[in-house]
């Protein structure tokens, strides 16, 4: 799955650790979720865009081919 | 609370439970040796170490609950791989016993050898995942 994690963070300055403060999970889960490698749980998703004020479709994009994964 | 946190806090608990772990068997190892117990004596004895493993396996658990979900996934994969070495290892090797007298090797060994797979396997995993150095444990 595709995100705008990153580009939304760089967008207010912060940190992958300030971010993963504010969600309460580690730098190393924000690094993991940035890169593609691990695709969040549904709370932490809602959370996610609860914090940069945006919906969950916004932040995360489906990738051709993931329909059926 | 923070990885950081969970780890600290598993630590605390972790490394006295370990020690007590070690000086227990060897002070049952060195008993055993020097006959100082009885036999009955021994046997109760001998459970001392299971004491301090069950802290330790209960302090493993409650880290495990206190990482953030992409922490835990890496843990709980470790230790799926853990207990499918150990496993397997327990297998053909009991087998070998059963079937072609292979020497016996004690049962002891399972926690140490699970142990062994589950850190080598976290180290695999964690790196796989993007999770270098230390910030695979903090």
């Known amino acids: 799955m595709k995100n705008r994690l990153k580009v939304l963070r760089a967008e207010r300055d912060w940190s992958q650790a300030t971010l993963g403060d504010k969600l309460d999970v580690s730098r190393q889960t924000i690094n993991a979720i940035e890169t593609g490698r691990y695709d969040p749980s549904l709370p932490l998703a809602f959370k996610i865009a609860r914090l940069f004020e945006r919906t969950i479709e916004d932040i995360f994009e489906q990738q051709t081919g993931e329909e059926n994964a | ?138």
Not at chain 2, 5 to 25: C, D, T
Not at chain 2, 93 to 105: K, R
């Open chain 2, 1 to 138: 609370m923070t990885s950081k946190h969970a780890h600290r806090r598993y630590m605390k608990l972790f490394i006295p439970a370990m020690v007590l772990y070690v000086v227990s068997i060897t002070g049952v190892a060195l008993a055993r040796a020097f006959n100082i117990l009885p036999e009955p004596v021994l046997y109760a004895v001998s459970t001392i170490p299971a004491i301090f493993m069950i802290i330790w396996i209960l302090g493993h658990m409650r880290y495990i609950y206190e990482l953030d979900e992409f922490m835990q996934k890496l843990q709980v994969k470790a230790i799926l791989l853990g207990l499918a070495g150990i496993m397997i290892i327990a297998t053909i090797w009991g087998l070998m016993e059963v079937l072609a007298s292979a020497p016996a090797l004690p049962v002891f060994y399972v926690v140490p050898g699970f142990y062994f797979i589950y850190g080598l396997a976290y180290i695999i995993i964690a790196k796989r995942a993007g999770v270098k150095g230390w910030g695979a444990y903090l």
